[in-house]
């Protein structure tokens, strides 16, 4: 018996090897398509409209990963992925991006084998409470019923915010983000808590009655949303990276999907090197030199992506501003 | 013999080749990615809070492990309680399948029909919005009897030197149950109790009718017959498919995730996604009911050898 199990142990090491040892890069090209998972439905981050094809800006980097790997913004098929599913579907390869409002932490960057390539939103934690609670605070939430989403940084922020604020609550914990809603709207939760980009997506996209629901003033966490690869695979982590970091380095260079034509015969040298027309920044990561031409024609930079998802929702631009106009979007050089 | 013998070693052998491969390559995998093993993530704080403990203590400060002690606790109360209760309420309608009244014999059928072919999570998701959905707030608790409040936060009713009064957002004081809990409680007991009625009709249908009337004829009553004669001998049919169906029970706890109610899986989702250690999760969830149903199935099985006819063991 013992034998045999170490005969085992050589065939299967023998098996592994090989086929950890292509790159997710190499994979993905063979394939054909990105494989991203994305939220199950959340408006301006990531949503099917109404002929079914996904929009927001997490499915934009999405896009544009596959503009910058195949020059064909359309070479991506999506996996709706619950907040409880999303690390799983990552870890075992199921999705080869995640793009999902996920939270940037130490131990999500750590343990969980993750690495988080840059932020896309940064957010944080707020309280939505039924109007007729006439709650003005959530310093006034002691005893509440709270209704959370489990497996997010949100479930852990609102134990710790409650423990700090010597309060207590009940939640409610429910997977689905629709069950979750309906629990709310329902009023078998006096508050749901999610990152103020949800509660403003939800509230003016899913609420039966908008102004029935206020967020209240406090935001009790910092929440930099960004995508995500596996541990262990540097070309296809620089690969993600610099797509979103293009998007935004784009609109700091004034390039957007309409002038791009137009880009390529700029003079100026950050212009060209960022189309492609001289030096050959494609090929260090690996892809076509008009990777960042194709994301920004095809997908659009980032300030244009926020206008098409989340603007239309209520959205300010705030924190999500690029560095020279007070926010903090700030894109090393692309060079 | 031995020709039997030598496949069977070959098979065993081949399955340890699959499982020692998997093995490998899962640990392979978690080694190159640097994703954390090990179990010794259970000692850390788990940092969540649990809707309800079941009167156990348990705080955000708390372990994952005590936090997996409360779901497996809380699974246990829904799953203990919803087998009794299944079982008095499928017996009853197994009993009034065959009942002579027609009418109450057809409405047991139309029952069992019924619930049986509709998945069992689409009814939990009736029975949850029917309490979220149609019961007031709190502070319009409906009060069906002094001091029993009814809400879409739950029952509240009052315990000795303690009741439920309203302070701010909800009731404090006396015990309660739960919208989550009474939803998955209720979805288990009637989905379940469609199935036992089944087992214990074709029960009774397995005593001859003769018996029947050999026990009236000895001047017993229907009643008497039934409890002396009848069941007795329908219970050693009975007996061996009803486990099933415990363990089923048992089994489809699990689904309360999809309604909220924080059982053992609930709670062992959320370890695996903060810890990323999906591996070890799925393994206690196995671990744990792989022990539950073994032990449900080793007492029926000793309660079962009671009941049974001496001499006509198999």
């Given at each position: 018996m013992r034998t045999s199990f170490v005969w085992a142990g050589a065939i299967a090491l023998g098996i592994a090897g090989p086929a950890l040892a292509q790159s997710t890069l190499e994979a993905v090209k063979a394939k054909g398509f990105v494989q991203c998972g994305v939220n199950t439905g959340l408006a301006g981050f990531s949503q099917p409209d109404s002929r079914g094809v996904w929009r927001g800006i997490d499915v934009d980097l999405c896009r544009a990963v596959a503009a910058a790997v195949?020059?064909?913004?359309?070479k991506v098929r999506f996996t709706p992925l619950t907040a409880q599913q999303r690390f799983t579907a990552l870890q075992s390869g199921e999705v080869d991006v995640l793009s999902r409002n996920t939270t940037w932490t130490i131990t999500r960057d750590t343990s969980l084998g993750l690495n988080f390539v840059g932020v896309n939103f940064y957010d944080g934690q707020g309280f939505m409470v039924?109007?007729?609670?006439?709650?003005?605070?959530?310093?006034?939430?002691?005893g509440a019923t709270i209704c959370v989403q489990p497996g997010t940084t949100t479930e852990l922020n609102l134990a710790d915010y409650f423990r700090a604020n010597r309060m207590t609550f009940k939640p409610v914990v429910i997977e689905k983000l629709e069950e979750v809603l309906n629990a709310y709207f329902a009023g078998r939760c006096d508050v749901f808590t999610t990152d103020v980009s949800g509660l403003v997506s939800v509230r003016g996209?899913?609420?039966?009655?908008?102004?029935?629901h206020v967020i209240l003033p406090e935001v009790i966490s910092k929440e930099p949303l960004g995508p995500a690869v596996r541990h262990g695979d540097d070309r296809w982590f620089d690969v993600v990276k610099w797509s979103l970091f293009a998007m935004i380095e784009a609109e700091e260079m004034g390039l957007t999907s309409k002038n791009i034509d137009k880009a390529l015969e700029s003079k100026d040298p950050a212009v060209q090197r960022f189309v492609g027309a001289t030096g050959d920044i494609g090929k260090m990561l690996?892809?076509?030199?008009?990777w960042a031409f194709n994301i920004v024609k095809q997908v659009g930079n980032y300030g244009e992506s926020f206008e098409a998802n989340l603007a239309p929702l209520g959205?300010?631009?705030?924190?999500?501003?690029l560095w020279t106009k007070g926010g903090i979007l700030y894109a090393p050089p692309i060079r | 013999m031995r020709r039997g013998l030598i496949a069977q070693a070959a098979l065993v052998a081949a399955l340890a080749l699959v499982l020692g491969w998997l093995w490998q390559n899962a640990a392979h995998n978690l080694e190159t990615r640097k994703i954390a093993s090990g179990?010794?993530?259970?000692?850390?704080?788990?940092?969540f809070e649990i809707?309800?403990?079941?009167?156990l203590a348990y705080s955000a400060a708390d372990s994952y492990l005590r936090a997996l002690a409360i779901g497996l606790a809380n699974t246990f109360r829904v799953a203990a309680i919803g087998i009794v209760f299944a079982t008095v309420l499928g017996a009853l309608l197994g009993l009034a399948r065959l009942a002579p009244n027609w009418l109450l014999a057809k409405l047991a059928a139309a029952y069992v029909e019924f619930v049986r072919n509709v998945p069992l999570v689409v009814q939990l998701f009736f029975w949850y919005a029917l309490i979220s959905e149609n019961l007031p707030g709190p502070r319009e608790a409906l009060q069906p009897l002094p001091g029993v409040y009814l809400s879409n936060r739950g029952i509240f009713f009052p315990l000795p030197g303690s009741a439920p009064q309203l302070a701010g957002f909800n009731f404090t004081g006396g015990a309660s149950l739960s919208p989550e809990f009474a939803a998955l409680l209720a979805g288990l007991i009637t989905y379940t109790a469609a199935f036992i009625a089944e087992i214990v009709r074709a029960g009774i249908l397995s005593v001859r009718r003769g018996q029947l009337d050999a026990a009236r004829s000895l001047g017993m009553t229907r009643r008497q017959a039934l409890r002396h004669v009848v069941l007795p001998q329908a219970l050693r049919a009975i007996v061996p498919p009803m486990t099933s169906q415990y363990l089923n029970l048992v089994k489809n706890s699990s689904l309360a995730v999809a309604i909220g109610y924080p059982d053992l899986v609930s709670i062992a989702n959320t370890t695996i996604n903060q810890t990323g250690q999906a591996i070890e999760g799925i393994a206690i969830i196995m671990a744990v009911y792989l022990t539950v149903s073994l032990a449900i199935s080793a007492f029926m099985n000793w309660y079962n050898r009671r009941v049974a006819l001496k001499g006509l063991r198999a």
């Amino acid at each position: 018996m013992r034998t045999s199990f170490v005969w085992a142990g050589a065939i299967a090491l023998g098996i592994a090897g090989p086929a950890l040892a292509q790159s997710t890069l190499e994979a993905v090209k063979a394939k054909g398509f990105v494989q991203c998972g994305v939220n199950t439905g959340l408006a301006g981050f990531s949503q099917p409209d109404s002929r079914g094809v996904w929009r927001g800006i997490d499915v934009d980097l999405c896009r544009a990963v596959a503009a910058a790997v195949f020059g064909d913004a359309s070479k991506v098929r999506f996996t709706p992925l619950t907040a409880q599913q999303r690390f799983t579907a990552l870890q075992s390869g199921e999705v080869d991006v995640l793009s999902r409002n996920t939270t940037w932490t130490i131990t999500r960057d750590t343990s969980l084998g993750l690495n988080f390539v840059g932020v896309n939103f940064y957010d944080g934690q707020g309280f939505m409470v039924h109007r007729k609670l006439n709650v003005k605070s959530a310093k006034q939430l002691n005893g509440a019923t709270i209704c959370v989403q489990p497996g997010t940084t949100t479930e852990l922020n609102l134990a710790d915010y409650f423990r700090a604020n010597r309060m207590t609550f009940k939640p409610v914990v429910i997977e689905k983000l629709e069950e979750v809603l309906n629990a709310y709207f329902a009023g078998r939760c006096d508050v749901f808590t999610t990152d103020v980009s949800g509660l403003v997506s939800v509230r003016g996209s899913r609420a039966p009655n908008p102004a029935d629901h206020v967020i209240l003033p406090e935001v009790i966490s910092k929440e930099p949303l960004g995508p995500a690869v596996r541990h262990g695979d540097d070309r296809w982590f620089d690969v993600v990276k610099w797509s979103l970091f293009a998007m935004i380095e784009a609109e700091e260079m004034g390039l957007t999907s309409k002038n791009i034509d137009k880009a390529l015969e700029s003079k100026d040298p950050a212009v060209q090197r960022f189309v492609g027309a001289t030096g050959d920044i494609g090929k260090m990561l690996g892809l076509d030199n008009r990777w960042a031409f194709n994301i920004v024609k095809q997908v659009g930079n980032y300030g244009e992506s926020f206008e098409a998802n989340l603007a239309p929702l209520g959205f300010e631009r705030g924190l999500n501003q690029l560095w020279t106009k007070g926010g903090i979007l700030y894109a090393p050089p692309i060079r | 013999m031995r020709r039997g013998l030598i496949a069977q070693a070959a098979l065993v052998a081949a399955l340890a080749l699959v499982l020692g491969w998997l093995w490998q390559n899962a640990a392979h995998n978690l080694e190159t990615r640097k994703i954390a093993s090990g179990f010794a993530f259970l000692w850390r704080e788990a940092g969540f809070e649990i809707g309800e403990t079941g009167g156990l203590a348990y705080s955000a400060a708390d372990s994952y492990l005590r936090a997996l002690a409360i779901g497996l606790a809380n699974t246990f109360r829904v799953a203990a309680i919803g087998i009794v209760f299944a079982t008095v309420l499928g017996a009853l309608l197994g009993l009034a399948r065959l009942a002579p009244n027609w009418l109450l014999a057809k409405l047991a059928a139309a029952y069992v029909e019924f619930v049986r072919n509709v998945p069992l999570v689409v009814q939990l998701f009736f029975w949850y919005a029917l309490i979220s959905e149609n019961l007031p707030g709190p502070r319009e608790a409906l009060q069906p009897l002094p001091g029993v409040y009814l809400s879409n936060r739950g029952i509240f009713f009052p315990l000795p030197g303690s009741a439920p009064q309203l302070a701010g957002f909800n009731f404090t004081g006396g015990a309660s149950l739960s919208p989550e809990f009474a939803a998955l409680l209720a979805g288990l007991i009637t989905y379940t109790a469609a199935f036992i009625a089944e087992i214990v009709r074709a029960g009774i249908l397995s005593v001859r009718r003769g018996q029947l009337d050999a026990a009236r004829s000895l001047g017993m009553t229907r009643r008497q017959a039934l409890r002396h004669v009848v069941l007795p001998q329908a219970l050693r049919a009975i007996v061996p498919p009803m486990t099933s169906q415990y363990l089923n029970l048992v089994k489809n706890s699990s689904l309360a995730v999809a309604i909220g109610y924080p059982d053992l899986v609930s709670i062992a989702n959320t370890t695996i996604n903060q810890t990323g250690q999906a591996i070890e999760g799925i393994a206690i969830i196995m671990a744990v009911y792989l022990t539950v149903s073994l032990a449900i199935s080793a007492f029926m099985n000793w309660y079962n050898r009671r009941v049974a006819l001496k001499g006509l063991r198999a």
